[in-house]
């Protein structure tokens, strides 16, 4: 028979001593545990390191060291939009300051009322003019959000106007700018397009009239301009069809292209060095 040494009875003392600790701890502190437990788990699990890269604070072992800091910045969208440092001419006031958030802003401001104004309009002949009138006058501030539509859309022409303006004649457009220089002259494309699309929702003689001016001058254009003509139109001239289809422009493939080439055009403002200096 084997007897129990002097070091079996120490062991044995300290495994009793640590069940008794174990039954005297507090429910909020097995809770605690428990919860610490199932966050180390989440936090090794597979999905939890797919999800948060590395450096991400929510990251398992994370430390606030520089190289962690640049992880934070460069694997998160939010924080990518806006840079670690910022040049001093960036945020110098002068008569060009934020020409180009203006007008991103602008185009918020539009997509807020425009969605206002959707809720009361239907892209019908029969009832386009009158959604109108009665958006003015029975709609709880309907006048003043189609006003501020109205004249944000001319807001954002000459504001993205002038920001073209200020990156030719500061010479942006050159090395390493070019090709965001081609998608800036494609924003303006596609602002000028919104806002002409918008003018015929209205469907008054005015917008008649000026949609007609501006198809018969894409009717000229040579090779291929009937055939553009009848597109837009949906037929030999401006009906039914003609509003519903500048309607799903408007509303719908237009402001979604537009999207695409503003994510396009600040990833490549980053990339490119940040905002241009002064020549």
Same mark, same amino acid.
């Given at each position: @028979?084997?007897?129990?040494?002097? $070091?079996?009875?120490?062991? /044995?003392?300290?495994? @009793?001593? #640590?069940?008794?600790? #174990?039954?005297?701890?507090?429910?909020?502190?097995?809770? /605690?545990? &428990?919860?610490? *437990? *199932?966050?180390?788990?989440?936090?090794?699990?597979q999905f939890w390191?797919?999800?948060f890269r590395p450096g991400s604070i929510f990251r398992k072992g994370y430390t606030d060291s520089p190289r962690n800091r640049s992880?934070?910045?460069?694997?998160?969208?939010?924080?990518?939009?806006?840079?670690? #440092? +910022?040049?001093?001419?960036?945020?110098?006031?002068?008569?060009?300051? $934020?020409?180009g958030g203006l007008s991103f802003f602008l185009f918020i401001l539009l997509t807020i009322t425009g969605i206002f104004l959707m809720f009361f309009y239907r892209p019908t002949?029969?009832? *386009?003019?009158?959604?109108?009138?009665?958006?003015?006058?029975?709609?709880?501030?309907?006048?003043?959000?189609?006003?501020?539509?109205?004249?944000?859309?001319?807001?954002? +022409?000459?504001?993205?106007?002038?920001?073209?303006?200020?990156?030719?004649?500061? &010479?942006?457009y050159k090395a390493p700018r070019e090709f965001n220089w081609v998608v800036? +002259?494609?924003?303006?494309?596609?602002?000028?397009?919104?806002?002409?699309t918008g003018y015929l929702l209205p469907w008054d003689q005015l917008s008649l009239w000026a949609v007609t001016v501006g198809t018969n001058m894409m009717g000229f254009t040579p090779v291929f301009g009937d055939q553009v003509r009848f597109v837009?139109?949906?037929?030999? /001239?401006? &009906?039914a069809e003609t509003l519903l289809r500048w309607y799903v422009?408007?509303?719908?493939?237009?402001?979604?292209?537009?999207v695409i080439f503003l994510a396009i055009h600040f990833w490549r403002v980053r990339k490119d060095g940040g905002i241009s200096g002064p020549l």
């Open positions: @028979m084997v007897m129990p040494t002097e $070091c079996d009875s120490e062991e /044995q003392t300290k495994l @009793m001593a #640590k069940n008794i600790e #174990k039954r005297k701890q507090s429910l909020p502190e097995k809770l /605690q545990q &428990g919860a610490t *437990a *199932a966050t180390d788990w989440m936090q090794d699990s390191t797919s999800v992880y934070v910045i460069m694997n998160s969208v939010l924080y990518h939009l806006h840079p670690v #440092k +910022v040049k001093r001419h960036a945020v110098k006031v002068s008569y060009t300051l $934020c020409l002949a029969a009832a *386009a003019w009158s959604d109108i009138e009665s958006l003015h006058t029975q709609v709880s501030f309907g006048l003043l959000v189609r006003n501020m539509h109205r004249w944000g859309a001319h807001l954002m +022409v000459i504001s993205v106007f002038l920001h073209m303006a200020r990156v030719f004649y500061h &010479g942006a800036g +002259v494609m924003l303006l494309k596609l602002t000028l397009l919104l806002s002409f837009l139109l949906g037929g030999k /001239q401006i &009906g422009l408007h509303v719908l493939m237009l402001p979604f292209t537009l």
